[in-house]
């Protein structure tokens, strides 16, 4: 099992920064990618970011893509997302997603944008 703590969220103006962090713990040598998703209120949880643990290749979703931005310490078993210029339609709870041997979810953070 792999255990994952997001932190980071919170209530921002619109163009504003927030830096997520997301902790895994437990079987982490397990871990092959680990990403971000958000689900807004009424909507389906959708894929935001991810980065591959061997190679850190990395993708952004095209709602996001140029104002966020994905990182991670693979020997802390950690991932960031920076994310610049927020907007209004980027509030929701964001989940961290850890996944080899097994898909893994944290219990998510809110991020609200106000305009």
């Known amino acids: 099992q792999v255990q994952l703590v997001e932190s980071g969220g919170g209530l921002v103006q619109t163009g504003s920064s927030l830096r997520l962090s997301c902790s895994a713990s437990g079987r982490t040598r397990s871990i092959e990618s680990m990403g971000w998703f958000r689900q807004a209120p009424g909507k389906e949880r959708e894929f935001v970011a991810s980065?591959?643990?061997?190679?850190?290749?990395?993708e952004h979703a095209d709602s996001v893509r140029g104002r966020f931005t994905i990182s991670g310490d693979n020997a802390k078993n950690t991932v960031f997302l920076q994310m610049n210029n927020l907007k209004p339609e980027d509030t929701a709870i964001y989940y961290c997603?850890?996944?080899?041997?097994?898909?893994?979810w944290g219990r998510g953070t809110q991020v609200t944008v106000s305009s």
């Open positions: 980065i591959t643990w061997r190679g850190g290749r990395t």
């Open positions: 997603n850890a996944f080899g041997m097994g898909n893994y």
